[in-house]
């Protein structure tokens, strides 16, 4: 995911305008800014239920935040080659993310934040997730086209994934199988968390550059965002596609609330994408959310529905050329904040 802030705003400015079907939909309002400064740079979100904390990739650190307040616990610093995924341990009180650029997993401490031991993944080291059937964290490392799978009760490496193709994010399905977005081959590659071996690779025809990705584990259903700006629905049993909707500009990560039984994306145009799963076999697209420009990835608390991006004053470069994507925006030093989006009770 080193690239996908480049990515987001070439999406952003290359996707027309994505439309909505008509549905009641619930409304959301900004309640809280926190501001987490320097550096200019973020990743993923991840939202603890059991401390209320919200973890944020935040450049070579990981800043860690009260979800409920909005005061400022702590950073876990000593990631030069920079921070992407967070899981969380409270079985062994560790919180886990990367050092991308090394390779590595960094386990830290959830009381004292300090970092306890570095383990070796492989290049490229990105999205994390928890698989609690098993008691195991999974390392995406995208380029690598690997998923390192990690015991928090030895901090040492169990088994590989070989997958051969670059990844991007994944899930559990708590169900003794876990899902996985492969970037070039536009598909869901599912493996089996006892044996960590590759079981099936489902094609996702209409999704060009697959993103965030998020599971309904009742339904057994998934829910992957992709660079063309829809959003993929399968059948995580079968991998039958079910549907394709479309969503916001600039999508990069995915979450699904139990309660509302409502599929999220983030996206980089300043939307929140909302997809209602009527049944297992029904679903509509909500009207969009508006947020802020930038705010691309996400974190959601399923108890409150609330829902927490990152972003930061973003304006265009005058001295890159339109088509320069990557120089296209400039950040505000220091401008680097989380928004609190709230449900409005009706």
Not at 118 to 129: L, W
Request: charged share 20%; aromatic share 8%; net charge negative.
């Amino acid at each position: 995911m080193k690239t996908c802030f480049a990515w987001a705003l070439a999406a952003a400015l290359a996707l027309p305008m994505a439309a909505a079907e008509a549905g009641p939909a619930p409304t959301y309002t900004l309640t809280k800014v926190v501001h987490i400064g320097v550096p200019d740079r973020w990743d993923y979100l991840h939202y603890d239920a059991l401390s209320h904390r919200v973890y944020i990739a935040h450049g070579a650190e990981l800043s860690v935040i009260d979800g409920d307040t909005g005061a400022r616990i702590g950073v876990v610093t000593g990631m030069p080659g920079g921070t992407h995924g967070i899981a969380i341990s409270h079985a062994t009180n560790q919180g886990f993310t990367d050092d991308g650029q090394a390779g590595e997993a960094v386990a830290f401490n959830l009381k004292t934040l300090k970092v306890e031991k570095r383990i070796k993944a492989a290049p490229d080291a990105d999205g994390i997730f928890f698989d609690h059937r098993t008691d195991t964290v999974y390392v995406i490392d995208g380029d690598s086209g690997e998923v390192t799978a990690i015991s928090p009760k030895t901090d040492t490496v169990i088994a590989t994934v070989h997958v051969g193709t670059p990844l991007e994010f994944g899930v559990s399905g708590e169900n003794g199988f876990a899902y996985v977005n492969a970037v070039k081959k536009h598909e869901i590659v599912r493996f089996n968390t006892h044996t960590n071996v590759v079981d099936a690779h489902w094609a996702m025809p209409a999704c060009k550059s697959p993103r965030g990705l998020a599971i309904d584990v009742k339904s057994h259903r998934l829910f992957s965002t992709c660079g063309n700006g829809i959003m993929v629905v399968m059948n995580a049993d079968t991998g039958t596609v079910l549907r394709d909707i479309p969503i916001g500009k600039g999508s990069d990560a995915a979450r699904f609330d139990p309660k509302t039984h409502i599929a999220f994306s983030s996206n980089f145009e300043g939307t929140l994408s909302m997809v209602r799963e009527v049944s297992p076999d029904r679903f509509e697209a909500l009207p969009p959310v508006h947020t802020e420009l930038g705010a691309r990835t996400m974190g959601l608390d399923p108890q409150s529905g609330r829902i927490y991006l990152v972003t930061a004053n973003i304006h265009i470069n005058p001295k890159a050329s339109p088509t320069d994507y990557r120089h296209r925006y400039l950040i505000a030093p220091g401008s680097t904040r989380v928004l609190f989006m709230d449900p409005v009770a009706k």
